[in-house]
């Protein structure tokens, strides 16, 4: 509890995608470093060593994490964007001899989206591969795209919206013989899923440490041996010259931890949360008419459910939970401010008014059962209320034609149904 | 005290430029947004209003440090590295079309150095002005190298090794008629000597957290108002576009506290450190044969002082100094690991092995007139035990050329001297 009124422990937070509290075994392992072992890892005499060391033991906790076969397959960034940078931009330069040809998907987080949009300035091609409705990118498609010149290939692991987990293993075996480097951004999954290296092959992957109850500020890129990227940032030459910048110790030591308990913990924390999940699912569904899943209903992360109501307003539902003291999601946490319907929506053929309709649960370790009834209890009454002032909902939108004709409104309402 | 036999509270420590403790007043701040207002600041939801609001806040700070005119003009980064490649590749790219020539000094930050020397591989011509015996550029010298295709002139406001503070302001004025963008590296002045923005004409200023005792891993780009530069990553558009990724709340409140607290104290606490600073150089200087003072013994940062010493290896004296329980640098902090010697103290022409016999001590604010004097007390026999073993002292040439004849020692000992 806090003093003030607002805070998020009086809250039902449901948003932990757009951030997370840092673990409180997190902060205990960052607080050393603060203020007492805060000398340079680079430096030579004895100030140096604890942070060293302290970051080396973080190093072997993310490769861990990933079962990385060597902890020196660990980069420290200061985030999954810069992560994401680095591995896109490091693989297409260094490859740009060769060729100029890149593959994603439709679905993938706006760091890649905006990255790739540069790349294409710079004069490299990119082939986005479509999806289906529950958000899945078919291997078959993205075998057919391959070129000879193709240097680059990056699907998400876990969509961060719907939740939809990509076949990463077939298109890392269908990658193999290639010589493309496969990227995977696992920001949305890392932690959260398992994910064991030593069996995939990717050969970049990008992880973020507030995404598994870290600090903010703090990710990582695992670079497979053999993989050559580029630098994007010069300075001093850190972490093996791929990123430069006196290394953020707390960060990293915080990161390390989260990523030991993440793995310990995993399998009881995602029983748990899968629970809490299709209680959800089930509850929202079934209580609120013309309510849809977005994404698969299982082959999706624990934590992520995502709804669409028809008739309504994502950003309007949004807002009257918060009035009701429940945190969600109207779209990607990263672009909310933008009132564009989700291009993750779009991409799954959802009409543009539906996925303008969509909101986005992600559950995390401070939800209870309690909490889901409590969402089930009030979100239907909200959309009711809502749709009850919607223009666009059935009723008033028969209404409004016996009143004013039909005009423009036709075509409109006609698509939402569609 | 800590329960650590080498833990750094029981130690001399005068390496503050590689690293520094957090304040404890900038770690109380900065608690509530780990564990409690988590949320992120882009969120429409309650959850993200806090931390937005602690945000701006900490953006107020630092520009106020500054003295610069908005705080828009504050972009946040994850420290001095990213703050000046998003500087001169940002501004550098934005006016490719303009030109493609460069100024800079020969006594930059590493960082600085390399993202130079990348440009230049893209393309860029830079041209380094030098520098005098005491660090300083002249004024004329970058007026002479301006070109009409100079678009972009980089600076450092302190010299991290030696501490030379240089005639930015002039500089500044020289510029103002041109339409080169004016870059300053203040990484390591600001929160030490006063900076005001509103009276330099400075487009550009790279700032870091953790030079004024805030947390690792943050920073900030000052971008003056008319000012453009490309974004270096992309992403989720934070910063205004400059800078993408879930921004690193905890961090950046942290480092607003650290500004303020920098911008409260720095008279009182730069008169502290000169005092300091003088008492050390004078005492090693007058203690110490054959030692010497780099750069200017007054027109240097508050806290710095660097010495070489004729005959003995910077190296040798840092190992020496650890093992009697005192931390100070042998060269910049960022590359202590190579036994290059120190490019600054090379363009001030002093001799590369005098260079290479440089000790650098920054001080900060855990540092006391005790410490200054037991340091003053120890260097002169670690130095003097040093010498005895060194081949290159002059008693120990003169016999090895007694007993061995010149070859090829003849040359080098003659150099040391000159």
Not at 213 to 232: F, H, M, N
Not at 336 to 365: I, Y
Request: glycine share 10%; aromatic share 4%; hydrophobic share 35%.
């Amino acid at each position: 509890m806090t003093s003030n009124g607002d805070a998020p422990s009086a809250r039902i937070y449901m948003d932990y995608a757009a951030g997370a509290p840092v673990d409180s075994r997190v902060l205990e392992a960052m607080a050393p470093y603060f203020t007492e072992h805060f000398g340079n890892p680079a430096s030579i005499h004895s100030s140096g060593r604890e942070p060293r060391r302290a970051m080396e033991v973080a190093r072997e906790r993310v490769a861990r994490l990933l079962n990385a076969k060597r902890k020196e397959e660990i980069v420290f960034t200061s985030g999954g964007t810069e992560g994401s940078n680095l591995a896109l931009k490091g693989a297409a330069w260094r490859a740009r001899k060769r060729g100029k040809h890149i593959v994603t998907s439709a679905i993938e987080h706006i760091s890649v989206i905006n990255i790739m949009k540069s790349l294409q300035k710079d004069g490299y091609e990119v082939t986005r591969v479509p999806v289906d409705g529950d958000g899945f990118v078919d291997v078959a498609e993205v075998e057919e795209v391959l070129r000879d010149d193709t240097t680059v290939v990056s699907i998400m692991h876990a969509n961060n919206e719907i939740g939809t987990l990509q076949p990463i293993e077939e298109i890392a075996a269908l990658l193999q013989p290639t010589e493309a480097v496969f990227h995977v951004d696992a920001v949305a999954s890392a932690g959260k899923v398992p994910i064991d290296l030593g069996r995939v092959k990717v050969d970049l992957m990008t992880i973020s440490s507030n995404d598994m109850y870290g600090p903010k500020g703090v990710g990582a890129l695992y670079v497979r041996d053999g993989t050559s990227i580029e630098a994007v940032g010069q300075g001093g030459g850190q972490e093996r010259g791929l990123r430069s910048g006196s290394e953020n110790t707390p960060g990293i030591v915080g990161f390390g931890v989260a990523a030991e308990i993440a793995h310990t913990e995993m399998e009881a924390e995602s029983e748990r949360l899968v629970g809490l999940r299709d209680r959800l699912i089930r509850g929202v569904t079934e209580d609120v008419e013309d309510s849809l899943l977005n994404g698969h209903p299982t082959r999706r992360l624990p934590n992520n459910a995502n709804f669409r109501f028809r008739y309504v307003e994502g950003e309007s539902m949004l807002l009257n939970l918060d009035m009701a003291g429940i945190s969600v999601s109207s779209s990607s946490p990263c672009t909310s401010k933008s009132l564009q319907p989700s291009h993750v929506l779009l991409a799954c053929d959802v009409p543009t008014e539906e996925a303008q309709s969509a909101l986005q649960f992600t559950l995390g370790r401070g939800n209870t059962e309690e909490e889901v009834d409590r969402v089930v209890e009030i979100l239907p009454g909200i959309v009711k209320k809502l749709r009850a002032m919607s223009p666009f909902s059935p009723e008033n939108i028969a209404e409004m034609r016996s009143t004013a004709g039909h005009r423009e409104r036709h075509g409109r309402g006609g698509h939402q149904r569609s």
